[in-house]
Every structure is written in C-alpha cells, then in structure tokens.
C-alpha cells in the first residue's frame, strides 16, 4: 500500500512547491490577496489552526481514498482540492501584515512572499537530489 508520512513543515514545504511546480500565476497571488484585503495580524492564530483543519482534511481524504473499503467515498478529486485549501490558507498567511512589515506595500510583499518560494524550493530541491526528504513514500 501506498502512504506519505509529512510532518508539520513538510506539509508547508508541500504547498511551497506546489505553488512553484504548477506555475501559479502572479495573478494568483494577488486573488487570494484580494479577496481578503481585510486581513489583520491578530487573526494570525485562528488562520493557523484553519490551516492545521484544512491539513486534517487532507489526510482524511487520503486515508478514505486510499483504503480498501473507501469509507467516506472520497476520490483523488477530494485530496487535491484539500491540498488546494491548505494552499490558500497557507498563501492568505502570508499576506498578513507582520509586526516587522509595517507599511509594506503589497508589490513589496509579493516580492518577499516570492523571494522566500524561491529560496525554500532550493533547499527543497537540494534534499530531494541528495534523498533526505521529509516525505516516505512506502
């Protein structure tokens, strides 16, 4: 049987490359950023724990799909359009306005929130060649 064992920071790494390797758009960025231009850093531990449900929903649609019995009828539909939740949540975390960042404009913070994409998928791509990813597949 096939399983991913992703810890906490794998997960994020996940979402990291998942937003490089799909070649999402600026325009991307700037939806998600948009549709919530009332974000406020207080609200940074409720989105926390909503990334943590969102992450929770993902693993149960993987264990559902990939069991025998398929208790929730899930499809693999379901655990990426979970994993899609866990990227939203993850990208309307970044465009908080953190307590350093005041003023930022928001073409300043696209370019930190990119900057930070490029060079965590290095890191990421370099463990991956050397093989000491934090993801088993068994």
Known sequence: MLYYKLSGSASILLT????VNYHLHMDTLESIRIANLNRIFDTLPRRLLKLSEEKGEVSEA??????A???KDKTW?????ELVDVMIVAIDCLW???PDEEGISPDDKRDKINDLVS???QK??????R???????K
Request: aromatic fraction near 14%; proline fraction near 0%; hydrophobic fraction near 45%.
């Open 16 to 19: 990291v490359w998942l937003l």
């Open 62 to 67: 993987f264990l559902s799909v990939s069991s």
């Open 69 to 71: 019995s398929n208790y």
């Open 77 to 81: 539909d379901d655990v990426r359009e």
């Open 96 to 98: 908080l306005d953190y």
């Open 119 to 121: 060079c965590k998928l």
């Open 124 to 129: 990421w791509e370099t463990a991956m060649a």
């Open 131 to 137: 093989g000491k990813e934090s993801m088993s597949v």
